[in-house]
C-alpha cells in the first residue's frame, strides 16, 4: 500500500498528477466540496456569531466514506486542491470531516499540473491558511444570508420562485440602466464629408473634412462649393510610431478576448479552460496576476528566439491596474512555450492556441509603424481634408497576435500612396452621408465582465456563474432581433454634378448581447428602491476589499458580517411588512369598446395586456404579451391588438385553422397539428391563403422520405437546426449532409450514429427498476426515471452511486401526493 495520499478536487486532475509521482503516492479525488451549506435552510446561525452549518450531501457520502478508507493506511495525507480561497476552504472541509491528524497532514499548492510544479509543492508544504478559510466563509455566509433573507420578499411582493443575490443583482441592475439609456437615447443627424482623391499617377485614397454639417442645406452647399475646385497636398508629416503587446491573460482578459475572437459563452471559457489546466496544458485558470514566473520568461524568449529570431524578442514584466486585483498567482499562460498546438479537442485547441499566442506576443518585441498625416487644401474654399495612413516596418509582435476590441465601429488606418507637399491630386468624388449618433451599446458576456472588474465588483471564480445565473432566473436574455431598416441621405458630388439618394441602414441588432426581460426589470426596480444599499455599485466593491482584508488577516470575518447584517436584517423585515406589492404595471388607456382600463404588468405566467380590474363586477380579460413585446414599450394599440388572439381563419379540410402565438413563437393551428410562421412573420398579416401554404409546407415536409428496420423516417426544421425523425427518436442533421437531397445510406448513417451516442451516454442503468445516469452537457450528469430528471454536478462520483442512493434522491425531488391520498380516504368513508 502507498505510504501517501494526495486529495485533489477532480478525477481529471488526480489522473494528470498521478503520472508525476512514484508508486509510494495514491492520488484520489473529493469531487469539489465535500460539504457545505444545506440547500433547504439558511444554514448559519445568526445568534451565534454567523456560524455556518456545513453538512456532507447525499451524493457525497460515498466519496467520503472512501477517503476515509483510504486515509487509514497511510503516513501522509497530502491536501492538493486549488491554490486559491475556494481551494483552501476544500482543503479545510476535508481535514474536518476525514478528521486528519495535523502532524500528518501537509497543505500543497500549485500553479500548474506539471511533473516539476508538483515536485517543486511536494518539497514546500505549508499549513492550512485559515485566513483564506474565512474569506471564502464570509463570501458563502454573506452572500447565503442576502439570498435567502431576499428571496422570499421577491416571492411575497412580485412573483413565487425569484431570486436575488449580492453579485448577480448588481449585474442585473448594470444591464437594466443600459437599457433605459439605450430607451431614452435620441439619435442626431449630422453630415459627414469623405472625398476620394488621385494623384498624378492614377493611385486613389480617401479623406476626411475635419467637421460636420448638421443640415442637409449646409452639406448639399458645401459640394456645390467644391464643384470646379482644384486640390493639393498643403501638408505631410511622417513619423515612427510603435504598437507594444498587451500583457499574459487573466481570468477576466481571457473571457473577453475567448467571447471577441471564438465567440465563447464566458461559462463555456472557463469549462475549457478547466480541461487544459487539469491536462497539465496550462497554468491555472481563475488568477487577477498579469505575472509570469522568471522561468516562464525565460521558456517564452528561448521560443521566440527559435521561431523567429532575436530582434523579436523582448521580454517583459507587467503590473495589474484592475481595481482590487488579489491572488498573488501568475497569468494563464501554457505550461510548455514550444507547444504552439495541441492534439484534443477542437474547442479546447482553439482556446490553447489563443493563450499561446497572447502569452508569447506579451515577451515579443514592440511593433514599429510610419504614421503618416495629410492635409488637402482647395482654392475655392478654407476647409481642410485629411487623409492618415499606417505602413508596418516592423511586425513585432503582430508576428503572432493583436488583441480584439469591443468597438463595433472602430476604423482601420490604411495604406496612402506616395505624395508630397505642393502636389496636386484629383476629386474622383465627395460624399456628404447623414449620420446618426449611436445609442451605448448593450452588454455582451465580454463587456458585462469587462464592466464588473472595472468597477471591482465580484472575482474571476464568480463572473461565471454570476452570468449563468443572471440568464437561467429569466432575468436577462440574449438578444435576438436582427435590428431594423433606417432611411438615411447622402449627396454625392461626381463629374461637377451633385446628386441625391435615399439610402438604408440596419440598426439596433442585438443579436446575442445582454437584453433585459421585464422580470429582470421589475425585480432590479423593487431591490433598488427598497435594498439601494444592496444594489449599490461601491458597497459591493467595498464587500470585495474586506474579502481581501480578511485574507491578509486583517479584518475579522464576523465582524464583517456583523456590521453588515445589524442593518440588512431590520430593513428586509421592514419591506416585508410595509412594501406594495410590485408588477412594473403601466396603464395605457382605455379599451374603446368597454371603456374599462387597459393596462399591462406581470402576470403569474409572465408579461400580460389586462383589460379591466380586479375591484369591477365583470371579471378582468388578459393576454399574454408577444415574445418580442416589453412591458416597458409596448403601445396601446399593440396591447389592445393580444386581445384579437387567437385569429380564427376559418375551416381548411374539414379542421378549423386559427393564427396565435405560443411559447417558441407565433403559429397556425390546423386541427391537433401547429405550423410555426417564417422568421420575421407578424402573426396579424397571415390570411387563409398563407395559412394554406404554410399547411402545404408542413404535410410536405411530414411525409415519409425513407423507412429504416421497417420503421418511418421523416425530417423536419426545429429550433436547433435541420433534422430527421425515426422511431420517436430526433437526430439533427449538421452540415456535412445535403439536407435536401439525404440518400438512404446518409439517413441510415445519421440514425445509427444517434444510437451509438445514446449508447454510450448511459454510465450506469438499473433496467428493472427504469432508472439509469447518462452523461449531459458541460461534463454534468443526469439522473433519469420516466419524466423525472435530477441534474448531477460534474464532480459526482456517478460511478459508485448504489441503487439506494439514487431512490433516495429521487423520492426527495419527486412531488409529494400525501395530501391527494388523505382526500381519497376521507371519500371513502
Do not use: C
Not at 476535508?94 to 516539476?116: C, G, M, P
Not at 449563468?468 to 431594423?484: A, L, M
Amino acid at each position: 500500500m502507498a505510504k501517501n495520499l494526495v486529495i485533489v478536487e477532480s478525477p481529471a486532475k488526480a489522473k494528470t498528477i498521478e503520472k508525476f509521482l512514484g508508486k509510494d503516492y495514491k492520488v484520489a479525488s473529493s469531487f469539489g466540496h465535500i460539504a457545505d451549506l444545506p440547500s433547504k435552510e439558511l444554514g448559519v446561525d445568526v445568534e451565534k456569531d454567523f456560524k455556518p452549518k456545513y453538512i456532507v450531501s447525499s451524493d457525497k457520502k460515498s466519496v467520503v466514506k472512501k477517503l476515509k478508507d483510504l486515509v487509514k493506511g497511510v503516513e501522509t495525507v497530502w491536501l492538493a486542491s486549488d491554490e486559491d480561497r475556494e481551494g483552501e476552504a476544500i482543503a479545510w472541509h476535508l481535514a474536518e470531516e476525514l478528521k486528519l491528524d495535523k502532524d500528518k497532514t501537509k497543505r500543497i499548492v500549485f500553479n500548474s499540473i506539471t511533473k516539476n510544479a508538483i515536485q517543486k509543492a511536494i518539497e514546500n508544504p505549508r499549513s492550512i491558511d485559515y485566513n483564506l478559510v474565512n474569506a471564502q466563509q464570509a463570501r458563502r455566509v454573506l452572500d447565503r444570508l442576502v439570498g435567502y433573507e431576499l428571496s422570499p420578499v421577491l416571492w411575497k411582493k412580485i412573483k413565487t420562485g425569484l431570486s436575488a443575490g449580492r453579485v448577480q443583482s448588481v449585474s442585473v441592475r448594470l444591464i437594466v440602466e443600459r437599457e433605459r439609456e439605450i430607451k431614452e437615447f435620441t439619435p442626431e443627424a449630422s453630415f459627414r464629408i469623405v472625398a476620394e482623391f488621385k494623384n498624378e499617377e492614377g493611385k486613389t485614397f480617401k479623406a476626411r473634412l475635419g467637421k460636420t454639417f448638421k443640415t442637409k442645406e449646409e452639406a448639399k452647399a458645401f459640394l456645390d462649393n467644391n464643384i470646379g475646385a482644384r486640390f493639393k497636398i498643403a501638408d505631410l508629416d511622417t513619423k515612427p510610431a510603435k504598437k507594444s503587446p498587451a500583457a499574459p491573460f487573466t481570468t477576466s482578459t481571457l473571457q473577453q478576448e475567448a467571447s471577441r475572437k471564438l465567440y465563447f459563452s464566458v461559462a463555456k471559457t472557463m469549462n475549457m479552460a478547466q480541461r487544459l489546466y487539469e491536462a497539465g496544458l496550462i497554468t491555472y485558470m481563475r488568477t487577477d496576476s498579469v505575472n509570469l514566473s522568471g522561468e516562464a520568461i525565460e521558456a517564452a524568449k528561448n521560443e521566440i528566439v527559435k521561431s523567429y529570431g532575436e530582434e523579436f524578442s523582448k521580454p517583459r514584466n507587467y503590473s495589474n491596474k484592475s481595481k482590487g486585483a488579489q491572488e498573488a498567482h501568475e497569468a494563464i499562460r501554457p505550461t510548455d512555450m514550444s507547444r504552439h498546438r495541441v492534439q484534443i479537442e477542437r474547442d479546447q485547441a482553439r482556446l490553447y492556441e489563443l493563450i499561446w499566442k497572447r502569452t508569447l506576443a506579451s515577451q515579443m518585441s514592440d511593433a514599429k509603424l510610419e504614421r503618416t498625416n495629410v492635409k488637402i487644401e482647395a482654392d475655392k474654399h478654407g476647409e481642410l481634408f485629411t487623409a492618415n495612413g499606417e505602413v508596418l516596418k516592423f511586425e513585432g509582435f503582430l508576428k503572432v497576435y493583436l488583441e480584439g476590441t469591443d468597438e463595433e465601429d472602430e476604423e482601420q488606418a490604411g495604406m496612402l500612396p506616395a505624395l508630397k507637399v505642393g502636389e496636386n491630386v484629383y476629386e474622383n468624388y465627395i460624399t456628404a452621408t447623414e449620420r446618426f449618433t449611436r445609442p451605448p451599446y448593450r452588454y455582451t458576456e465580454a463587456s458585462l465582465v469587462k464592466k464588473l472588474e472595472e468597477l471591482g465588483i465580484g472575482r474571476p471564480s464568480t463572473y461565471a456563474p454570476t452570468i449563468s445565473t443572471i440568464q437561467n432566473r429569466g432575468y436577462v436574455d440574449r438578444g435576438t432581433i436582427d435590428g431594423e431598416e433606417r432611411k438615411y441621405l447622402q449627396y454625392t458630388l461626381e463629374n461637377s454634378k451633385v446628386k441625391e439618394e435615399t439610402l438604408t441602414e440596419n440598426v439596433g441588432s442585438d443579436k446575442g448581447k445582454l437584453v433585459p426581460t421585464d422580470i429582470g426589470m421589475i425585480v432590479n426596480d423593487f431591490l433598488v428602491n427598497h435594498f439601494a444599499g444592496i444594489l449599490d455599485y461601491n458597497f459591493t466593491a467595498k464587500v470585495e476589499q474586506s474579502f481581501d482584508d480578511i485574507a491578509s488577516g486583517e479584518e475579522d470575518w464576523t465582524q464583517m458580517i456583523e456590521s453588515f447584517y445589524k442593518d440588512f436584517h431590520p430593513n428586509v423585515i421592514d419591506v416585508e411588512e410595509n412594501a406594495e406589492r410590485e408588477s412594473g404595471e403601466r396603464i395605457l388607456g382605455k379599451d374603446p369598446s368597454t371603456g374599462r382600463q387597459l393596462s399591462v404588468r406581470l402576470g403569474r405566467f409572465g408579461p400580460m395586456a389586462q383589460i379591466g380590474t380586479a375591484d369591477e363586477e365583470e371579471k378582468p380579460k388578459f393576454a399574454s404579451l408577444l415574445p418580442d413585446q416589453s412591458i416597458d414599450t409596448i403601445s396601446y394599440e399593440e396591447a389592445l391588438d393580444l386581445f384579437k388572439l387567437p385569429r380564427k381563419l376559418g375551416v381548411y379540410e374539414g379542421d378549423e385553422v386559427e393564427v396565435n402565438v405560443g411559447r417558441f413563437g407565433p403559429y397556425v393551428r390546423f386541427g391537433k397539428n401547429f405550423v410555426s410562421l417564417e422568421k420575421g412573420e407578424d402573426v396579424f398579416d397571415v390570411d387563409m391563403d398563407r395559412a394554406k401554404e404554410l399547411i402545404s409546407q408542413k404535410k410536405k415536409a411530414d411525409a415519409p422520405i425513407a423507412s429504416y428496420k421497417g420503421k418511418e423516417v421523416t425530417k423536419g426544421k426545429g429550433r436547433f437546426g435541420p433534422f430527421i425523425k425515426w422511431d420517436g427518436m430526433f437526430v439533427n442533421v449538421n452540415k456535412k449532409y445535403d439536407f435536401d437531397n439525404l440518400s438512404q445510406q446518409d439517413i441510415e448513417e445519421l440514425i445509427e450514429d444517434k444510437l451509438k451516442k445514446e449508447r454510450e451516454k448511459v454510465i450506469q442503468n438499473w433496467e428493472e427498476e427504469g432508472i439509469r445516469i447518462e452523461k449531459a452537457r458541460w461534463g454534468r450528469f443526469n439522473l433519469i426515471k420516466g419524466k423525472t430528471k435530477i441534474e448531477l454536478s460534474k464532480d459526482t462520483d456517478v460511478a459508485s452511486l448504489s441503487l439506494d442512493q439514487v431512490k433516495e434522491m429521487i423520492e426527495k425531488k419527486a412531488p409529494k401526493k400525501k395530501t391527494a391520498t388523505k382526500k381519497k380516504a376521507k371519500t371513502k368513508k
